[in-house]
């Protein structure tokens, strides 16, 4: 599987920003998560989908302004970020994992494909 990530840039507190994750090769996955990485930080968990039935989970501090989803005919997962805040900068990567289980989406370590990450950059 493989998977591109698209749609950073900079913008302004308050503003709002696409994220685009495309998959292709063998496809096929369970879960379609987010996450993000800031400068001196470790990848953390923002939002995951799962692909049957999608069922969506955030963490807190995302709840609200972030929204996870997915185009099937496109094999395409969204992350529509609004009210941005500066502390949403990071680098953002999507992962992605066949056999991954509920209680693991939010393990870094636990998914075994990911795209390459795009920056977002949020000024105040």
């Known amino acids: 599987v493989q998977l591109q990530a698209s749609g950073g840039g900079l913008v302004q507190a308050g503003e709002s920003l696409r994220l685009s994750c495309a998959m292709s090769?063998?496809?096929?996955?369970?879960?379609v998560s987010w996450f993000r990485q800031a400068p001196g930080k470790e990848r953390d968990f923002v939002a995951a989908?799962?692909?049957?039935?999608?069922?969506?989970h955030y963490e807190d501090s995302v709840k609200g302004r972030f929204t996870i989803s997915r185009d099937n005919a496109k094999n395409t997962v969204y992350l529509q970020m609004n009210s941005l805040k500066p502390e949403d900068t990071a680098v953002y990567y999507c992962?992605?994992?066949?056999?991954?289980?509920?209680?693991?989406?939010?393990?870094?370590?636990?998914?075994?494909?990911w795209g390459q990450g795009t920056l977002v950059t949020v000024s105040s």
């Open positions: 992962a992605a994992d066949s056999r991954i289980i509920l209680s693991s989406i939010s393990n870094s370590h636990a998914y075994d494909y």
């Open positions: 090769g063998r496809t096929g996955s369970r879960y």
């Open positions: 989908i799962k692909w049957s039935g999608g069922s969506t």
